[in-house]
């Protein structure tokens, strides 16, 4: 099984980056949004493996664990 | 099984589906003291009766009571899946409910007015069951009635209302009841609750029923109309009619229609529910032009819930009044029958002093973790259907808004998953020493196999099994003598296999085995089978082998 890579992997790192930003003009904030969950499945389907998907989220999720509101923590510790 | 949450409580509009339940007085309300029950079911509902038909066929005797006088209070639970059909043919009531049922296999999921896309629930063929059957709960509850009603074990009690329990030993319950004649107790080797998501069986101990409520409240309706749309199950994300919620059509016997409208949180329960309020919204989705009466309105709210243990000493939960999942998935009845299936030929064999008192642990076991599997199926329905935040909304709508393009996002789209039986990690088990291919599981059900009797005469492989113990083998004769009382089926002998299904879905080869629990679920198997080690098997899923 595949860890997930945190190396650079990218071809074109800037060219990607820049067809990332690109996607997004002139989109109201709300089919941004949109936008960025269809990209999520379409590249999650691709990815496939369960473990990497996990390692992916954890590490999308780190930085992010004090901005939690205490209700959330409450309600997801009750799941 | 979906009874509203927040006691709004359901209109029956119609009240035509009333079958009354005769009250009969009993000598035991002529005694000084309460009399004593091996078994007493409170509930006499679908699922009680299920359990107290199936004790009845294992010829122990049990008391069912229950406050009503009447069935139908509307049509309720609709949809009964292949392994409860499975279970209800065993009990004598299946061919019935398939026959008077809508079988059905198609669902179809629409986002606004496009299709999404349509599942199959392709069942494969050559088994005695379909894939899945919609009927009343009132039609079912009628006919297990009826069929409680031929067997001497049962013993009927409407009008016989439980108003409290108590645990006197851990052997012995005590059940206080209100008739037409007054009170009177019984005492009870094993009561069992049936009695539904409220069960005051549950209160009366004291047991906290943990989980989730969903914020969300739904309209549920069952109209009279006659129409030829196909019996099929349609599902709407965001329709015209409903926009922003969600809405689900299913079709019953008898020209009626199961409706299903998401209404949100700030819905008011009572109001939501008057005639003159939901005709205007079934008008939209139906169209005016077309006639329709309504039979039966509900407003309910979604709950995932479950005891944490279905065993109190002699107290036994099943059904709701154990696990409450939401409907969309048809995992009421059918765990609840499930609970039952599993319970009552471990409950005949401990009466009968053919297993220890410990098998009802596995009871624990298996049907605890069924409500888990059941449970968790059911809140990611719902947290589909009903996002809870934001973040949750727009990942619900790309996967919708994708599965209209992709195959790929179409298995993320969930309107229901239907409900699908359990396969047991159980310590009744012996554990496989040889590799099987196939379909059958050990520990799952048995998978159904047409064969014909050697006089050319087609039967189902599940209608051989015995009321006990099956064994099941490859090859015309065993080569030695069996534990007595274990039923043997000779594929090759007293039946055969010529479509080549049972090889096929058992990777059966000659000299093979198969032991196969009262509850037609499978475990033990061998290649080359030795008299002792079915013996072994045997004791083991009777549970002597569990700690004491």
Partial sequence: ?79 | MREPADGSGSLDVSAAKNFSRPYRRSKDQDTSRPARHRVVIVGGGPVGLSLAADLGVRGVPCVVVDGKAAFGEGSRGICYAKRTLEILDRLGVGERAVEKGVTWQLGKVFRKEELLYQFDLLPEAGHKMPAFVNLQQYYLEQYLYERCQELPAVDLRFQNRCTGVEVVSPELARIRLETPDGPYALEAEYLIACDGSRSLVRQALGLSFAGRVFEDRFLIADVKMPADYPAERWFWFDPPFNPGQSALLHKQPDDIWRIDLQLGWDADPVEERRPERVRPRLEAMLGKERPFELEWISIYTFQCRRLQSFVHGPVIFAGDAAHLVSPFGARGFNSGVQDTDNLAWKLAAILAGRAPAALLATYRIEREAAADENLRHSTRSTDFITPKSHASRVIRDAALSLAAETPFARALVNSGRLSTPTVYDTPLSTPDTASFGGTARLGGPLPDAPLVRPDGRPVWLLNLLGPGFTLLYDGAELPFAVPEGLHVVRIGRDALDEAGLFRERYDAQPGSAWLVRPDQHLCARFRAVEPHAIGAAMRRALGWELPR
């Fill in chain 1, 1 to 79: 099984m595949t860890s997930l890579i945190t190396t650079p992997n990218l071809e074109d790192p800037d060219g990607f980056y820049a067809a990332l930003v690109a996607a997004h003009q002139g989109l109201p904030e709300k089919a941004s949004a949109l936008l960025n969950a269809r990209l999520v499945l379409i590249l999650a389907n691709h990815i496939g493996e369960e473990k990497v998907l996990e390692e992916a989220l954890a590490l999308a999720r780190a930085p992010l664990a004090a901005e939690e509101s205490p209700d959330a923590q409450a309600s997801s510790a009750s799941r």
